[in-house]
């Protein structure tokens, strides 16, 4: 018999065009609503992050007969209560509109002092406000209590879920943002890891990340698993390269590719002042950014990829770009994966990055990359051999690594790196979540802590 797991996400599988009342009026009243039936205008897909790796990967322990139920519990505002996609049921959590901007500032606080952007300050009324958002989700996940046998909880937003719901079911924690104690204040840093530790099994990307647990002498039980990419989701049909060329004008173009969130971690801004000095060199490279904001942009109101847009768009024009920097926003992933086809390079300038899957799917498509010391994907880079590394923030090492991969046989590199995505596949991913499933269980079955 599968496992009967219960997944928390802070951004929903599905976010609703439509209000509740209009989608209550349209569909009618349910108990739990069939998405799949609805118009396609009035829902999309969570573009990209966690839900986007998570999504195809609970599909998938569903039809290998690991998981026999999947209950998903999301912050999804303007969602109905319990709704169905790709055969999940999804549970909506709430919040009064008077404590979501004050859980927002606290999260953006907190996610700003993990990668050393700035020191965070206190503010009552702002943690009260992310506790009464992990305690809401909590509070939905019991309500599963009697048949659940894992909680799979996810990322930074709800650390404090697992210490919650205390022993109703076994949880795995799994963080997906960088873990550097050095970049935070200590009492911070202690305060993270507390939390980690009261999960049954933690699951960190990177190296990077487990040298930070064992640094603050950690003592539960921890993995290190890379994160993986979906295959399915990067086949390109016959024509789609030279349709999406078409629809963005560039036939004919050399690119090189940026796919982030506008945020100001994702350093776009280093990555246009690099290309201003390259493309003085080559008078057909074009750089393309695809992203928009973030859900807490979209979804929650906070305003941060705007105005970072917005600022990247003057850099631009100041330098006289505006015919060779490409900003295109969201793009779907049929005519996301035509463009990562049609690139030459890849780039991920992050300041700091959990991982950065942009790296994986540059390779499934056999680009070479350049990647942020910063970015934790740089783990799998070899200078020369699959892409490049080059130093966090510094624009004069990131414009010498583009003239450097430029001049090289960028296709080898490419077929090079194909083969390190090869090796983080879902399936292979998926064969070792399975065994810390499991693990995770039995352990909690047998009444043992952490290792």
Known sequence: MGIRAVISTQTPLVRFRASMEDILIKYGESDCIDVESMDPEDYQKSPGGVTAMVGPMVASLMRSGEFSTVRWVSFNPSAPPCFRYGGIENHSVYMTSDKVPLYTNFKESLWNEIHGISRM??????????????????????????????????????????????????????????????????????????????????????????????RLGSHGRAFQLYPWIDESQHVVPPGAVEEALAKYGLEGKEIMLLVARMDPIKRQDVAIQAFAKVAKERRNLVLVLVGNGSFTSSGLGHSKGAAWRSKLMGMVRELGLEDRVKMLGFVDDKRLAALYEASRLVILPSQLEGFGITTLEAWIHGKPVIVSSGAGSSELVVNGVNGFVFRANDVEDLAGKMMDALKMDVDSMGKNGRQIAMMNTMDKAMNRLKDIFKETIESSSLGSGGQ
Do not use: C
Request: no cysteine.
């Open 121 to 214: 300050k206190l503010d009552k009324g702002e943690y009260e406000a992310f506790a009464s958002f992990n305690w809401l989700t909590a509070e939905r996940l019991m309500q599963f209590l009697t048949e659940v046998d894992l909680y799979w909880v996810h990322d930074f937003q709800l650390m404090l879920v697992s210490n919650m719901i205390g022993p109703s079911a076994p949880v795995v924690y799994q963080w997906h943002i960088p873990f550097v104690p050095s970049l935070m204040q200590p009492l911070m840093a202690r305060f993270i890891l507390k939390n980690m530790e009261t999960a049954d099994s933690l699951i960190v990307s990177t190296r990077r990340e487990m040298e930070g647990l064992t």
